[in-house]
């Protein structure tokens, strides 16, 4: 397992994160959930395989994963704890968002289901376009300074959305996000024009949320065949699926490495997505031991750069606007954090 520093801060994690969305009583993606002795069992796993953060939120069964995670790591100080605030956690129109009220009582609230006086990365989980960033920078401040929150982090924020409060921390002298939680995979690489750019130029970690794409990338969604179980069985949801042929020209490439390297799909598209340039950890989720521990085994799993190269290839998605005009006309001038990342787009 690796450690690598989140952004230009202080604080290292582990290359794997473990999640916890399917601690759960039940949720809407389908599947059973994991009870607290299997949740138990599976963070013994995690950290015998050198995992250090564990990764939760206040909307995963309206506070129960938080309760899950609570007693599962009681016990383990040393562990990290990521969790979130700004999806709706009451029937009120101040129980969401990212107003000063909900900032600190959902913080409250995370910290006596987690059965902690702090928290080590909080995440800001929406945008909320509704409330100036100077109100919550402040309330993340006083969360900060009181101890409650160690480090303030954003998650399925656009660019200028991240910049927006970047540049609210500087100016009012308040902590900078030091990372974001975004959802790239080599199915879905939206993030390598802004996001990731931006994170490296800017000094932020990088989290990847469903870093296969909810079982999308793990081998057992083929072309020309019909699941009879699992979270895409009927209709794809999230994340959205608008080219099939590319998705499965995708798995295709991702089974075909695996067999060649002895390991499953599911470890390649891990592997792959760690490899990527600016990805600090990623986020893998569990319902059974030996998912989980196929899931572990890519932190070991060293793809050369041919593998890498054949699954850049196949999964390199249409370049937006105003990238392909930057890279025909002025890729010389890129700097270092944009090339590092827009590599394999240059000509």
């Known amino acids: 397992m690796d450690y690598r520093q989140l952004g230009t801060s202080g604080l290292f994690v582990s290359s794997l994160t473990l999640g916890s969305v399917a601690f759960t009583p039940g949720d809407d993606r389908g599947g059973a959930t994991v009870d607290l002795d299997n949740a138990r069992h599976l963070l013994a796993l995690a950290m015998d395989a050198g995992v250090t953060l564990v990764d939760t939120a206040d909307s995963y069964g309206t506070g129960v994963a938080e309760e899950v995670v609570g007693e599962i790591v009681k016990d383990h100080p040393g562990v990290l704890v990521s969790t979130k605030v700004a999806f709706p956690t ?10 000063r009220r909900h900032v600190l009582t959902s913080a409250d609230n995370s910290l006596r289901r987690l059965r902690r006086d702090h928290i080590d990365l909080y995440h800001l989980h929406l ?36 910049m927006k409060f970047l540049a609210g921390a500087d100016a009012m ?5 030091i990372a974001q939680q975004i959802h790239y ?26 870093p296969l794409g909810g079982g999308l990338l ?67 989720g569990a319902r059974r031991p030996e998912q989980l521990l196929d899931n572990l085994g890519s932190a070991d799993l060293a793809l050369s750069d041919d593998d890498l190269g054949r699954i850049e290839r196949v999964s390199r998605p249409v370049v937006p606007y105003p990238y392909w005009h930057q890279l025909t006309w002025d890729a010389d001038r890129l700097g270092p954090a944009e090339r590092s990342i827009l590599a394999p787009y240059l000509p």
């Open 90 to 99: 009451g029937p009120t129109p101040n129980d969401r968002g990212l107003s």
């Open 127 to 162: 945008w909320d376009g509704l409330t100036p960033v100077e109100e919550t920078l402040d309330a993340l401040a006083s969360l900060v300074q009181s101890g409650k929150v160690r480090y303030v982090a954003v998650s399925n924020f656009s660019a200028w959305h991240v």
């Open 173 to 177: 002298g308040a902590p900078r996000p």
């Open 185 to 210: 995979t080599p199915h879905v690489r939206d993030a390598e024009f802004e996001l990731l750019p931006l994170a490296a130029d800017q000094g932020l970690g990088t989290l990847v949320w469903s």
């Open 218 to 284: 793990s081998g057992k969604y083929r072309r020309d065949q019909s699941p009879d179980s699992g979270r895409f069985a009927g209709a794809f949801s999230e994340p959205p699926v608008p080219d099939e042929a590319r998705l499965y020209d995708i798995v295709d490439e991702l089974v075909a490495v695996a067999r060649e390297r002895n390991a499953t799909p599911a470890q390649v598209a891990l592997a792959y997505t760690l490899s990527r340039p600016g990805v600090t950890s990623a986020i893998v």
